[in-house]
Nanobody
């Protein structure tokens, strides 16, 4: 069983930066592609970013491209999301995901087909 625990969310102002972490326990971390999604009430879960098992390749949603960076440390079983130039519209619960599918496929897996989900960490961007 794989467990994902997000941390690092909080209240920030527009233009600020924030780094989220997702600690993974259980089976071999390096065998999973990892991703970040976000969700706000009444909206579908939105793909944010995904990273390959080795960490050498990444894929981003259009709304965060150029502002967010996903990375992973396989020695620490942790994936990160560095968020820069935050906007009010980035406000959401941010959820970590893991799957054995290729990282570029995570965006299309959907909530029900993803292997594992964390419970999320809230990010609020407000002045």
């Amino acid at each position: 069983q794989v467990q994902l625990v997000e941390s690092g969310g909080g209240l920030v102002q527009p233009g600020d930066s924030l780094t989220l972490s997702c600690a993974v326990s259980g089976q071999s971390f390096s065998t999973y592609s990892m991703g970040w999604f976000r969700q706000t009430p009444g909206k579908e879960r939105e793909f944010v970013a995904a990273i390959s098992q080795s960490g050498s390749s990444a894929y981003y949603g259009d709304s965060v491209k150029g502002r967010f960076t996903i990375s992973r440390d396989n020695a620490k079983n942790t994936v990160y999301l560095q968020m820069n130039s935050l906007k009010v519209e980035d406000t959401a619960d941010y959820l970590c995901a893991a799957d054995t599918a290729a990282y570029w496929h995570m965006a299309s897996l959907g909530q029900s087909r993803m292997g594992y989900w964390g419970k999320g960490t809230p990010v609020t961007v407000s002045s």
